[in-house]
């Protein structure tokens, strides 16, 4: 085998070490050997150059990296055959110079007196170096690292060279490609040294100093006398020097230099992102418009904008009739605060919540005393109408960038072709949908398509010669010839069609023609295009339709007629009419027929079903009129003529031919157009109900001690069995202190049994001393440890922290609290990176006990943590038909209300990485800022003394962490915890005031105290501007404010100073009392249901009375009999409900372990327990889940016909229910397997009935997330028809005696083996595309490497693709790699493991042959 075939092998993946000297042409990424040996000889140089193209050729070509030469340009060819004999001209002068070298070692064995220059002298080094020190210093990753691990070549070169025996050289063949066994044995390792030794190569050029030679000064000097130093060519090294510098350039390294664009782009590191970063405006708001950078809106485009966003929010906000105007002028404003002065959702609600509220002054009549004025203020918007109005705020600037791309065309089309369309310019200014604009850019570009195509031929100068346009269509000829005489004759315009329709103006008439149709056109016939009558006046006909078609006005009026009048019928393809059965989810929507808009409106997530059911093919999805044909009638009455007479009929005749042709047409567009509309505001709907989960999610408090205040952040004992018998397994514990440190965390053996166990658990909680117990876990069984934990708790009396009694004054305590924590987030924390990062030697369920102690301590920072994977939790059911960025950017939205509602210590966040996770939600920053805050306030020192440093201290050297506008967002929200001894704490900085309130704050502190100017002055000028709240606070005068009328104040500075500030001024009076007051709920305990669902997994939905369900029989007596359901629930058998005959004891029929179907009759969400019957009669009755339908709602006529038809089918096909007795076995189809396993973890498989008969059983098992198998199982030696077989065969290859057998052996060592490839480090998720882009750039960023790697084949479950790429040059392949049990098959060859599949493919490519055509 050839070196440089072998060079392509790279056996084991952890290796870096290089076993030849090979280097890789910069330019053509070709390998050049060092000195090519055969037979352990130097090759002559004088060999023919034509040898050398063939060879090299042949030689790239088997390995992949070029193409043949046939498939190049000459071109290409030529320059890539002189740039190769330039490189081995270099090659051959390098030789010559590493022999000048070897006569010099001659020299010098032969006078031992001596020496030569030593390599340090950098003016000989250029001079003197040989082939070996050129190789090492600019030597490329060769073949042999093609699929190599590792980025950088840090493994040393000694050996890097060929051996110089040519036995060596076999011997070491494959050294490098196989991995090697360890050599345990000291022996064998210093026997393995030794032969390594002898075979390392015996020429190594010199590198030593003068010493080195052997020769003496005085004998240098003589050599170099008569040879020279190698400066007189210093000019030439110098010239090279500095082209080398030209042609590289003044590179610095950046991070782009060094990482992939994707790894840039995932830690928010690319050039937009810094760009963003230290922009001075807000992250949101530069994401948000970044599309509409350059859009200028004009200022009566402004006020358009603000009368727009009225018309969509006023009608859902039920105020009174005489707020709309003050309504319109609070979206003015509000749109002013976010566009002029770029302050973003939170600031506005904070701080300029005056603007949201309409206020009234009104005469107290009841006090005729007094002349007092009673203020009543209306809510005009809340925090969720502003961000509504800045998600409208985008939507308008792309309509506005729309239209003004259609105002230019018009202007353009105006000026240039003299074009004057009335229709255009009545209504492009009114339109206000995209939709409509839509709709005039389609007439524009159809009424006016030759002065456009003219226009752009003559680049919109039609003075200049007209170059050759494109070829003109059927309707421009139309409109250019005759045949456009018919049009005009059906005596009105489609324009005047439309106006008719939409009632515009006074009625246009239709006039007829003195001739009949067919005889009008046989008068327009032309020798070009249409030469019949029949053919003119279909062209015509056509021509008026696709006229109605495009005109604005009649998709207006199509388009509001089916948003009134609209309904929406489901109807089931061939494909659901076997796959929607009664089980089916989309059962409900199968003959859902008459849905009118405002039905889909209370149901949302129903329309979002049915378009997924229609994208699946099992359902066709329609919007229809609900009275189509009245709606034609009136339509054909508007152009119709009113004439009577055989002419006028004929006319009319005509007129209705046209009008079907086009509603045809309008139907099919508006229809797609209003399913579209009706998909995005039904998205929205969710959408809105999402957040506000999330928002309940967020606004909880931590969980309150007792006697304390709310905020406080408790002490908690969390506590969880997780999938273990309590009665058996170990249960985990974890203290957490208030700061969020672990501080104790063990295992108690079983609490309900060991005493020893139960000694423990009293002694830690006595002296913890917890304010809560937290308990969670995954099972049943844990409803069984709280009991267990509340018995405990109640017969030990054991009681929580002391706390003073406001009452009494007396230190207390109460009974200690258990609570069930909600563990949602605890479940993805546990095995996360984050958990391993933060406690690498916890265990998982230590983990997740961590994180339902924080969860108590904090729920908001726990959502925060989660950072992407917010979107992993439920917050409504059809969630996974939304958007995954919609979801989490309104998401988002609601975290950002609470951080800022909450504020975040800016240096609590710099101590510690958990709180800077809410830092990103901070008003006016993101998490690009947010990185960029965090880094300059440690380059600042790493403390924040005031708000005011934020925009940096030049005095004190601190930079700026944040720019004006920016700062202007967030200074209120981070908040600096006061200390009165430090002189420059203000005490504000810790309030929710802005600083630009500082001075009303401190007027009003002045004005409780009853300080006069000169108090205040004398005050100011000792102490600093925040002396008098200083002082307000040491003398514990807080409460004097609540004395001020606010009142005044706010008139004062509306009036001198045109600013509102009731609401800012009440916020200041609250913050001087108590600053940050926890202003969330209280935390909020989880419901009976919510931990039945958080323990069992099953819903409402999911488990019902009635339903038909498998159970594991527990206990058989005689008179009853306990049984489990798959979620752990235990159900009880009374004797009536056990048998169909009497009188027979039920352990008779029933035994312990026994697999069966029971009816479930009760259920008891409390005490996790049920009622069930084992009764034939019962099982017969299947379930059918309750659907109410409004009459005529539901097409029960098609529901009767389709189950004649399937039950015609069945007796026709034979095919009947089956039921096998195991626990794995659902009576279930392939679609029902795959929901039922989707909850499921990968690996997880069910037993159903197959579609093949009763010698068929079929086997779906969870590959991976939305990837399951369906494998086929053939039964053989069956006693009956409906027994298991005693063999079971799978493939034709795989054979078993049971079904626990063949899941053991066959599913679970599939599903072992699929994991072990995805956790290998050679495995990619996502797509084969994303695989195959990220094997590109990976190329792209590493020229001279190959790659590889593995994905999912998502398409042929249980297959996975191996791509790789060899080089930058060479195409991606994959090949495909199946999994087997207990193996990897590539190309039909087993592999046992991923090394060896990895080896096996690196082999495979190496025995390539060589002659194979490509």
Known sequence: MSGTMRDLIHGEADVDDEENDESFDEDTGEPIPGKSRINGELDDSSEEEEDDDDEEAARAVREGFIIDDEDEEPEERERRRRKDKKRRRAEREEEEAVLDEEDLDLIGEANPEWERKTAAQPKLKRLKRGHRDDGEQHRER???????????????????????????????????????????DEDERQRHQEEMEVARPRERGYVGGAEATGLD???????????????????????????????????????????????LSEKLLTDEDNQIRWADEPERFQLDRLPYKNLQITDDQFKEEARWITSLIWPKKQLHSDLQGPFTRAIGKVLEFFVVDEVEVPYVFQHRKDYLIHATRLRDNNNADQDEIVVSAEKLLNQDDLWRVLELDLKFRALIEKRNVLEKTYDNLKLAAGVGDPTVEAMLPIAVTMEELQDIQDYIYFQHSTEIKDLAATNGDLKEKRRPGGKST??????????????????????????????????????????????????????????????????ARQMFAEELFVNPRMRKHFRMSYYIMGVINCRRTEKGLRKID????????????????????????????????????????????????????????EFASDNFSELADAWNDERQKVLDIAFEKLERVITKGVKESMRTECQDSILKICREEYSKKLDQAPYKPKGMI????????????????????????AWVEEDGRVLEHGKFDNLSRDERSREAFVELVQRRKPDVLGIGGFSVETHKLITSIRDLV?????????????????????????????????????????????????????????????????????????????????????????????????????????????????????????????????????????????????ANGGVVNTRDELVGDPDSGKLPVVGPRVWNNCASFLSIEYDSSSPTSDYLDNTRVHPEDYELGRKMAADALELDEEDVKAEVDEGGPGAIVRKLIKDDEQEKVNDLILEEYAEQLERNYNQRKRATLETIRAELQQPYEELRRYFSLLSDDEIFTMLTGETQESLCEGMIVSVNIRVAKEDFVIAKLDSGIEGRVEPHEGSDLPDIPLNRIFQMGQTAQAKLLELDRRSFSARLSLREEALRVPFRRRVDHDPGTWDAVQEHKDKEELREKDKATGRTQRVVKHPLFKPFNSTQAEEYLGSQAPGDAVIRPSSKGNDHLAIT???????????????????????????????????????????????????KKVDELMQHEKYQNGSKADTEKWLTTYTEANPKRSV???????????????????????????????VVPNAFELLKSPYPDMKALCNGFKLRMMSSDPNRPR
């Open 1261 to 1311: 098992w969870k590959v991976a997330d939305g990837i399951y198998q369906h494998i086929d199982v053939l039964e053989l030696q069956k006693e009956n028809e409906f027994s298991v077989g005693r063999q079971l065969r799978i493939g034709g290859k795989y054979n078993y005696s049971d079904l626990d057998e063949l899941i053991v052996d066959h599913v679970k060592a599939m599903a």
């Open 582 to 637: 009664e089980q089916h989810p989309y059962y409900e929507l199968k003959y859902l027929k008459n849905q009118t808009f405002s039905d889909i409106a209370n149901k949302p997530e129903i329309f979002l079903k049915m378009l997924k059911a229609e994208e699946e093919g099992l359902l066709e999805v329609k919007v229809s009129l609900q009275s189509e044909r009245e709606f034609r009638k009136q339509l054909f009455a």
């Open 794 to 938: 109640a017969e030990k009396d054991l009681r929580g922290a002391d706390f003073e009694d406001q009452d009494s004054g007396e230190d207390r305590s109460e009974p200690l609290e258990i609570v069930v924590v909600n563990d949602e987030v605890a479940r993805l924390y546990k095995d996360s990176p984050r958990a391993a990062i933060d406690h690498p030697t916890f265990t998982s369920l230590t983990r997740y006990c961590v994180a339902l102690a924080k969860y108590l301590q904090n729920p908001m920072k726990e959502y925060a943590a989660l950072g992407k994977d917010i979107v992993s939790l439920s917050f409504h059911p059809c969630q996974q038909l939304l958007p995954e960025d919609k979801l989490r950017k309104q998401l988002d939205t609601a975290m950002v209300d609470m951080v800022n509602l909450c504020g975040v210590d800016i240096n609590e966040a710099i101590a510690d990485a958990y709180t800077a996770t809410l830092l990103p939600f901070v008003c006016g920053l993101g998490p690009r800022k947010a990185t960029a805050v965090l880094k300059t306030i440690n």
């Open 142 to 184: 060769g073949l042999d690292e093609i699929f190599s691990d590792d980025e950088e070549l840090d493994a040393p070169h000694e050996f890097d060279r060929g051996f110089a025996r040519p036995d060596h050289h076999r011997v070491d063949e494959f050294a490098d490609f196989i991995e090697e066994d360890e050599l345990e």
């Open 474 to 539: 059927i309707f421009d000829r139309i409109r250019r010839g005759k045949a456009y005489h018919l049009v005009r004759a059906y005596g009105i315009t489609p324009d005047q069609v439309a106006q008719n329709a939409l009632r515009e103006g006074r009625k246009q008439y239709t006039e007829d023609s003195s001739l009949t149709p067919i005889d009008l056109a046989d008068t327009l016939i032309s020798d070009s295009e249409f030469n019949t009558g029949e053919g003119v006046l279909l062209a």
């Open 217 to 263: 000064k005085d004998a240098l000097d003589d050599m170099e006398a008569i040879f020279g130093n190698g400066e007189d060519y210093d000019w030439a090294l110098a010239l090279e020097d500095e082209a080398e510098a030209r042609e590289a350039g003044d590179h610095n390294l950046e991070l782009k230099d060094v990482f992939e664009p994707s790894q």
């Open 1348 to 1378: 590889y790697a593995f994905c999912l084949d998502p398409r042929h479950p249980g297959y996975f693709y191996l791509c790789f790429k060899a080089g930058q040059g060479a195409k991606v392949n994959a090949w495909p790699v199946r």
């Open 710 to 733: 709310l905020g406080t952040i408790p002490r908690v004992l969390a506590l969880s069995n997780g999938n273990g018998d309590h009665n058996r397994d170990s249960v985990c514990w």
